[in-house]
């Protein structure tokens, strides 16, 4: 099998193919040989030493916790998948997934069948960044329909689909991003658009009940005048996490930050959403497995519309 990995935490630039042995199914996983993995901040975060570094024991490392692929072999106990099954899944975040291969071992409960009618690209690039939405609007912001809703960074991979989701619920949706996402923000459904780099946010927006934080930092502090008394924020750069909560704390305001975690069930919901039309996914680019390093550089710009996959 192959598989990029990182030898070093040195940064996309350390990412090589390698050519490994094809490992076996324990019990209660699966063999997939995968059809597209995605690409989030997290990635490249992780590959520099950030990240998820903390919870790699041992280098060599294979980036990656989501993707689509076809069942191969099935390990002890899995009564839930069937060889040639059509799968996708985000998995065993934050501990090393290794979806950047041709081949990976997954848990099978981690894993939900993708609906026909989704294709594989858009089934591996779904799952951290629409779980992350998920359950932070869902579950950690016990969003209900009428509320109001500010998503900062709506074009890229959470937050876009945050959006969806939000208007799924039936919530009146805020989105920040460049003059250049306006329309792709209001093709989202987006009720209000702000565009970050002329109109500060804190200035416009004063009865948030829940803000979805893709930004953090100072962006995030500033974003906090935007909450009602009785909102809350969730941030989801871990990075600034500490400092954000802090800043909400000050003023006596709720601010939580998060983890996404697999969820098999919150995931195939998600997908027969997206197999519908109800919530789409849009894909900035595809890249071949081995050019994950250029997928990487894009990726650390901070300017993807969507989310980037890699085609196996
Ligand atoms: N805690 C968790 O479990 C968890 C899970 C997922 C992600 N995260 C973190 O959440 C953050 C967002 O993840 P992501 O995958 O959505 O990132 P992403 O796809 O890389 O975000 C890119 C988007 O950010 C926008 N952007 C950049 N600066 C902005 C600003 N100052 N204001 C508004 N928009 C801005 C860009 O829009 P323009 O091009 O218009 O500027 C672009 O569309 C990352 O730090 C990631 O690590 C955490």
Known sequence: MKAMRIHAFDGPEGLQLDELDTPAPGPGEVLVHTR????????????????????IDALPFCPGWECSGTVAALGEGVETLRIGDEVM??????????????????????LCLRPAALDPVSAAGLGLAGLTAWQALFEVGHLKTGQSVLVLAAAGGVGHL??????????????????GNKGFLQSLGCDDTIDYTRQQV???????????DCVG??????????????????????????????????RDLKVSSMRARPDAA????????????????SIADTFALEEAAKAHHL?????????????V
């Open 299 to 311: 990726s650390a710009h901070g300017h993807i519309r969507g989310k980037l996959v890699l085609t």
């Open 217 to 250: 930092g100072q962006t995030a502090i500033q974003a906090l005048d935007c909450l009602n008394p009785h909102g809350q924020m969730i941030t989801l750069p871990s990075v600034t996490a500490a400092e954000v909560m802090a800043a909400g704390a000050a």
């Open 202 to 212: 804190e200035t416009l927006i004063h009865d948030a009940d829940l803000i979805i």
């Open 89 to 110: 899944g985000f998995i065993r975040f934050p501990h090393p997934a290794g979806c950047y291969a041709d081949t990976i071992i997954a848990p099978a409960e981690q």
């Open 36 to 55: 597209a993995a995605g690409i989030n901040p997290i990635d490249w975060k992780t590959c520099a030493g950030g990240g998820a570094s903390g919870f």
């Open 162 to 179: 945050a959006v969806q989701l939000a208007k799924w619920k039936g919530a009146y949706v805020i989105g920040t991003a460049s003059a």
């Open 266 to 281: 919150q995931l195939h919901e998600l997908a027969m959403l997206a197999s519908s039309g109800k919530v789409m996914l």
